[in-house]
């Protein structure tokens, strides 16, 4: 099974954080099913195309499946989505040994969040002082729901 450990922050300093980082990328998504229980995402990732499989979120923790496909076919199935696409820039910044991925979304809604992949749980993190407030395990910041705008 595949697992995804992530914790999710507001940004208070974007500047500050675009700053820090070394790459972007554009990244459109839809959602062909944003049930609780099983989201299912596609994604543009600059010229590359997936589509990914989440389980409910336990906290920071939840199943992740991502196969890439075509980007034609990605295409096509976001012209499917059930939810206005998401556009957004994604940011990465190397911090004290975790890679930071800062999305600005311009579509459907405007916001800033910072997200940090972990290998376990209870993995202690310094922030960065651009980080602000946690809301991890908060549903109104899952990408599912910022898609509803």
Known sequence: MGKEIERKFLVA?????????????????????????TTVRVRIRGTQGFITVKSRSN???RGEWEYEIPVSEARELIDLSVTPI?????????????????????????????????????ESLVFPDWVAEEVTGDSRYYNSNIARG
């Open 86 to 122: 998401i556009d957004k820039t994604r940011y990465l910044a190397a911090y004290e040994g975790h890679i930071w991925e800062i999305d600005v979304f311009t579509q459907p809604v405007s916001m800033v969040l910072a997200e940090v992949e972990l290998k376990e749980c209870n």
């Open 13 to 37: 300093d974007v500047d500050a954080a675009i700053a820090a980082s070394t790459s972007s990328v554009r990244i459109m998504q839809g959602y062909l099913s944003t049930n609780p229980d």
């Open 59 to 61: 906290g920071a923790e």
